[in-house]
C-alpha cells in the first residue's frame, strides 16, 4: 500500500468513526437495553482477532502465521455459553446460539457500531477485509490456498467490498454478478459431504478481499473504491442483508 494511500485512508478511518460514533451514540443505551431485557448477561463481547499478517513460516512442513493480533469489541448476540462445548467455531446459517435480540443486530450489522473505538485505536479500519479469529485463520489457510494473504499489509475492517457484496456469512446472494461462478467455486464435484463448507463462503469472501487490496495500489482508484463501499454499507444495514 502506497503511502498517499496510507495517510489519505488514516484520516478518512479519524473522521468517519468521529462521525459515526456522533450519529450512533444516542442508539448505545438503547441497544444494550435490549441485549439485556433478550437474555441477561455482558453488553458487549470481546474477543482476540488477527489484524495485520506480519510473518509467514514453515515448521517441520507445516505453515505457521503471525498476525498483530488484537482485541475486537462487538455488541453481544450469542448466549454466554455459545461456546462452552464447542471451542472457537465460525457462525452458521440459522445458528441457535443467536439470541433473538442478536439476530436483529446481525442482520443490520449494528453489532459493530463498538469497533468505531478499534477504528479510532488504529488496530482496525473502516474499511478491510472481516476480523477472523487467529485459530480459525490458521486452519482456513490450510484449506484455502493464500487465505492469509488478504491481511498482509491491511488492517481489518468494519465493513468491506465482500460485506457490502455477499451475505453475513459470505454467501453469494441471487441475482449479484459472481452467481453464474458459484458453480466453479462452492463444491465443484458436488460432493454431498462438501456441501455447504465454510471453506467454500470465505473461498469466495477472499475473492473480494484480494479485489479491495488490488485497488489499493494507486491512491485514484482506492478513492473510487473506498467511497463505494462506505455509500453501499448504510445501504446494505438498512435492507439487512445477510442473516
Do not use: W
Not at 488504529?122 to 490458521?138: A, D, I, N, Y
Not at 479491495?212 to 448504510?234: D, G, H
Amino acid at each position: 500500500m502506497r503511502l498517499s494511500v496510507r495517510i489519505t485512508k488514516r484520516a478518512i478511518d479519524i473522521c468517519g468513526a468521529l462521525a459515526g460514533l456522533s450519529l450512533t451514540a444516542p442508539a448505545f443505551p438503547v441497544i444494550a437495553a435490549a441485549i439485556y431485557l433478550d437474555d441477561r448477561g455482558p453488553i458487549f463481547y470481546r474477543q482476540r482477532r488477527a489484524g495485520t499478517l506480519r510473518s509467514v513460516t514453515v515448521e517441520d512442513g507445516i505453515k505457521r502465521l503471525q498476525f498483530n493480533e488484537f482485541h475486537m469489541h462487538k455488541f453481544r448476540t450469542m448466549r454466554t455459553d455459545a461456546e462452552k462445548h464447542t471451542g472457537a467455531v465460525l457462525a452458521s446459517k440459522g445458528d441457535p446460539r443467536v439470541t433473538r435480540v442478536g439476530r436483529v443486530l446481525r442482520k443490520t450489522r449494528l453489532d459493530e457500531l463498538p469497533q468505531l473505538f478499534e477504528v479510532l485505536r488504529g488496530t482496525m479500519s473502516l474499511v478491510g477485509p472481516r476480523p477472523e479469529r487467529p485459530e480459525l485463520l490458521q486452519d482456513l489457510s490450510f484449506a484455502i490456498p493464500f487465505f492469509e494473504e488478504r491481511m498482509r499489509g491491511m488492517k481489518p475492517g468494519i465493513t468491506g467490498l465482500a460485506q457490502v457484496s455477499l451475505g453475513y456469512l459470505g454467501d453469494i446472494p441471487e441475482g449479484s454478478a459472481i452467481e453464474s461462478f458459484a458453480g466453479t467455486l462452492q463444491n465443484p464435484f458436488d460432493l454431498e459431504e462438501a456441501e455447504g463448507a465454510v471453506a467454500d463462503d470465505m473461498r469466495i469472501k477472499l475473492l473480494y478481499d484480494l479485489a479491495y487490496a488490488a485497488a489499493t495500489e494507486r491512491l485514484s482508484s482506492y478513492l473510487a473504491m473506498e467511497l463505494k463501499i462506505l455509500f453501499k454499507t448504510p445501504i446494505t444495514m438498512i435492507r439487512g442483508s445477510g442473516r
